[in-house]
C-alpha cells in the first residue's frame, strides 16, 4: 500500500521523512532505495537523501553488503517510551501476564486507532499457539472480540462511517454486514463480553471485554485467544453451560475489570 505524503497545513520534509520510517514498517524487513520510493510516492533522489539523512540520525540502518535498509536500534527509545508511558500499558501489563499464566492462553490488550485496532502488548500462554503478535500491531475491528468491544462506544451511524460495507471477509466466519455487527455488539453491551470464533483465523477463538476510564468511556479492550477446542469454534459458540468457557469468561471481565480500577474507571 502507497504511503503518500500531503501538503496541507504541513511541513513537507518532516511528512516526507515520516512516510520513509513508514514505508521501512510496512511490512518487509528490508527495502532498496527504490521500494521506499515506490511505497512513499516520491522520487527515488528524494528518497534517497532522505534515507541518508535519517541514517546518520541513528533512525535507519544500511546493510553495508545488501545495501538494503531497515529501521535501525535508534527508534526502539522511542517506541519504548511512548508504549511505557500509556496509561493503558501501564495498568495492563502485570494484570494480563498474569492472566496469561492462571489460563495458558494468549493475553492481549489494545485499544482503537482509527478504523483498526492497535496492540498494546501480548502474553502468551504455554496452550495457546505460538503468536507473532507484538506491541504496534494492528488487526480489523470488526473480526475481533477486542474490536467488537471497542466498537461499542461507537453509534451504529458511526460505526457505518468508520467501516466500508462489506467488511472485508478474513474467514467464511467473518461477520461482513454492518447489521449483523449490530447485532452482535448490542450482545457485548448486555453481556459486557464479547466472542469471536474463527472469524479472523480458522482453528483459533478469543474472549475479550472493555476497558473503562474514570468517564465511564471504553478506552481499550482485554482478550484471551487461543484454539477452538478450547475457547470454542462456531460449532460451540453459543454454549453457556461450557462449563470451561465461562470460567475463562469469568477471568477476562475480572481482569478488564481490574485494569479499567487502575485507570479510575468502575
Not at 146 to 154: M, Q
Not at 248 to 261: F, K
Request: net charge neutral; hydrophobic share 40%; aromatic share 2%.
Amino acid at each position: 500500500m502507497a504511503i503518500r505524503v500531503t501538503d496541507a497545513g504541513t511541513n513537507q520534509s518532516v511528512e516526507r521523512a515520516v512516510s520513509v520510517l513508514r514505508a521501512l514498517d510496512s511490512g518487509r524487513a528490508e527495502l532498496r532505495v527504490s521500494d521506499v520510493a515506490e511505497v512513499t510516492g516520491l522520487g527515488s533522489s528524494t528518497a534517497s537523501r532522505l534515507l541518508s539523512t535519517l541514517e546518520r540520525l541513528d533512525m535507519v540502518e544500511r546493510d553495508p553488503v545488501s545495501n538494503l535498509y531497515r529501521l535501525s536500534l535508534g527508534t526502539l527509545s522511542l517506541s519504548a517510551t511512548a508504549l511505557n508511558r500509556h496509561p493503558v500499558h501501564r495498568a495492563s501489563r502485570m494484570v494480563l501476564q498474569g492472566l496469561a499464566a492462571r489460563t495458558g492462553l494468549g493475553a492481549n490488550v489494545a485499544v482503537r486507532r482509527g478504523d483498526v485496532l492497535l496492540f498494546l502488548c501480548n502474553f502468551e500462554g504455554t496452550r495457546a499457539p505460538k503468536s507473532y503478535t507484538q506491541a504496534g500491531d494492528t488487526a480489523p475491528l470488526h473480526a475481533t472480540g477486542i474490536g467488537k468491544c471497542l466498537l461499542t462506544r461507537l453509534t451504529p451511524k458511526e460505526r457505518r462511517r468508520l467501516l466500508a460495507e462489506p467488511l472485508a471477509a478474513h474467514t467464511e466466519f467473518t461477520t461482513v454486514s454492518h447489521d449483523l455487527l449490530d447485532e452482535e455488539i448490542d450482545t457485548v453491551r448486555r453481556s459486557g463480553y464479547a466472542v469471536e470464533a474463527e472469524e479472523r483465523a480458522l482453528g483459533r477463538a478469543s474472549l475479550a471485554a472493555p476497558v473503562r476510564d474514570a468517564s465511564g468511556d471504553v478506552v481499550a479492550a482485554i482478550s484471551l485467544w487461543g484454539p477452538t477446542s478450547l475457547l470454542g469454534g462456531q460449532a460451540k459458540a453459543t454454549r453457556p453451560e461450557d462449563e470451561a468457557r465461562t470460567a475463562l469468561t469469568r477471568e477476562v471481565i475480572e481482569a478488564a475489570d481490574a485494569i479499567s480500577q487502575a485507570l479510575g474507571g468502575i
